[in-house]
């Protein structure tokens, strides 16, 4: 099969509009109603983590935390514990619960983390940030809200060493902090 320069470029720009298209996110079906502010939380506790895979693996034996106040954990100082978890380092985050949008339309999503971060909101994959780095942002994740309402969050984060940070933000255009009121579980 012979091809043409122009159905080279018209498969290329085809192929890039599929990867640009934003992620079409499903809402919570039925949308939940009597959530408690924040999100959920199980911990396990390694001897060390330096993956999402391991971190994934140590879920299952996780127990309950306290229950996370929304996506707005500051970088801490060396020694300060993670998150709501026991201790400050080698920490494991199971992190599930609800995520809320005002209105309807295409929004930015990223997240900043320290260590290794995977969310999924609505059904979809948002960011996969694996391995161990400073607080640092995710690449951005354009996704399509079909309606105003609750959708589902599915996290795993982990921290190893050093300081430890776990943010989200959102908006229509660029990105901005999530408030603890966007959460629920």
Not at 19 to 31: D, E, G, H, R
Not at 70 to 99: N, Q, W
Not at 163 to 170: D, G, I, Q, V
Request: proline share 6%; with cysteine.
């Amino acid at each position: 099969m012979k091809l043409t320069i122009s159905t080279c470029i018209a498969t290329l720009l085809i192929a890039t509009a599929a990867v640009a298209a934003p992620l079409k996110l499903k809402p919570a079906s039925p949308q939940p109603t009597g959530l408690k502010e924040g999100l959920a939380v199980k911990y396990a506790y390694p001897g060390d983590v330096k993956s999402l895979a391991q971190a994934t693996k140590y879920l299952k034996q996780a127990e309950a935390g306290k229950p996370l106040t929304g996506l707005d954990y500051r970088d801490t100082r060396e020694g300060e514990k993670t998150l709501t978890s026991k201790r400050p380092f080698h920490v494991v985050a199971g992190i599930s619960g609800y995520v809320k949008f005002d209105e309807a339309g295409t929004y930015t999503i990223d997240f900043l983390s320290n260590d290794g971060l995977q969310v999924a909101i609505g059904g979809k994959e948002i960011v996969f940030f694996d391995g161990r780095h400073p607080c640092e942002e995710s690449a951005p994740a354009e996704v399509s809200v079909p309606s105003a309402g609750w959708y589902e969050l599915e996290a795993t984060y982990f921290q190893r060493t050093g300081s430890a940070c776990l943010h989200m933000r959102a908006g229509q255009g660029a990105p901005d902090w999530m408030p603890n009121s966007a959460f629920g579980y």
